[in-house]
């Protein structure tokens, strides 16, 4: 039988193995949907089933692409303008794994978060929530395979940068069946604040306010746009276990439905209130 300590060696070794198969992939595939393997992956270990994230990533590999060409280094004096430009992501890569390479890489993400966060909705918030678990993974071990996909996270978020406007306006006209046949905008509106809070630790304390007003904002778009005249409905029926859940989002094979579930029993651990339970059970059963 295996110490926690050879445990946590072994999930370690499991991620790094499957970031280093990810990491000859783009961004992005089939016209912009967001390549979520590394959050999967990450998600996976964190549910406790790490055997499941080769087999997994077999079957995900092949929808991936290549990344896009690099054209334009990026200096200290040019980022601003290569900011919220989607084809310019390699070119970011390039510009902060340079740094992350000088620095410790706390510097560079607390530096980046802070210049990146009024534009969190980038890519649906792919770009802060791929960060935040690079980010958390790095803190409990740092490898040259996390380095990079940290790298890789911050350069696909500011390659997206996108501030919502101001102001508001009216909440949109979907049903409550036409809102819930759409569930992956209300999946981002919880794997977001989940992810960022889960390495606000790891941050600057001014950036805490910042991250909060954004995010909140940002749920706050999602929620006017795909549900503003929804009613609210109860639970059909009592929580699972977490276990089954774990289960349920693993079988599934989603990776939104991965990643909801360990963004709701994050919090429930925390909170133990049903409702997360509940929340990752409907999940699943949409996406699954």
């Given amino acids: 039988m295996m110490s926690p300590q050879q445990e946590a ?5 499991v991620l ?22 590394p959050m ?55 510009y902060l794994r340079d740094q992350l390479a000088d620095e410790p890489w706390q510097l560079v993400l607390a530096r980046w978060w802070q210049r990146l966060v009024p534009g969190l909705a980038a890519h649906a918030t792919h770009g802060i929530i791929r960060t ?5 993974s790095l803190a409990e071990v740092q490898t040259s395979e996390r380095l990079h996909e940290l790298g890789r ?21 979907l049903t409550l069946d036409a809102a819930i046949s759409q569930p992956i905008p209300f999946v981002h509106a919880v794997t977001a604040p989940v992810a960022a809070r889960s390495v606000l630790g790891l941050l600057p304390g001014g950036v805490a306010q910042p991250s909060y007003d954004a995010l909140w904002r940002t749920a706050a778009a999602l929620y006017s746009a795909y549900a503003a005249d929804s009613a609210p409905e109860p639970p059909l029926s009592e929580p699972p276990w977490p276990a089954d859940l774990i289960s349920r989002a693993v079988g599934t094979g989603d990776e939104h439905a991965i990643k909801f579930t360990e963004a709701c029993l994050r ?22």
Wanted: aromatic share 6%.
């Fill in 9 to 13: 060696h072994q999930h370690a070794d």
């Fill in 267 to 288: 919090l429930y651990s925390e909170s133990a209130d049903p409702i997360l339970l509940q929340a990752a059970e409907r999940a699943c059963r949409l996406l699954g």
């Fill in 16 to 37: 790094d193995e499957g970031l280093a198969r990810l990491a000859v992939t783009g961004p992005e595939f089939r016209g912009g949907l967001s390549n979520h393997g």
């Fill in 153 to 173: 996270g911050l350069a696909y978020w500011a390659s997206g940068y996108l501030e919502l406007p101001g102001g508001t306006g009216s909440g949109g006209g």
């Fill in 132 to 136: 935040s678990h690079a980010a958390r």
């Fill in 40 to 94: 999967a992956a990450e998600a996976m270990i964190r549910l406790g089933r790490p055997e499941a994230v080769e087999p997994w990533l077999d079957g995900y590999l092949p929808l991936l692409e290549e990344p896009p060409r690099a054209s334009d280094r990026i200096t200290d004096q040019t980022w601003p303008e290569a900011m919220g430009v989607p084809r310019r992501v390699t070119d970011w890569e390039l």
